[in-house]
């Protein structure tokens, strides 16, 4: 699928595995949302990364799932 803004296309690919019920509520959210579930990832993405960059820690729901 292209994609509808020039600024959502990247370079380096990240591939995820979901299960059916994440894909599909991942792609219900983006496209309630008016975007590409690719896109919304990529900016699910970039809002953790930025919590860990602001507290220098994993959010705690991320260390719980790890465990």
Partial sequence: MAYGKKEHCHARQV???LN?????RLREYAH????????????????????IEQTG???E???IKRA
């Fill in 15 to 17: 591939k995820v595995l």
């Fill in 20 to 24: 059916d019920d994440e894909f599909i």
């Fill in 57 to 59: 820690e994993l959010p």
């Fill in 61 to 63: 729901w991320i260390e």
């Fill in 32 to 51: 309630s949302h008016g975007m590409q579930h690719s896109v919304l990832g990529r900016v699910i993405f970039q809002a953790v990364i930025e919590v």
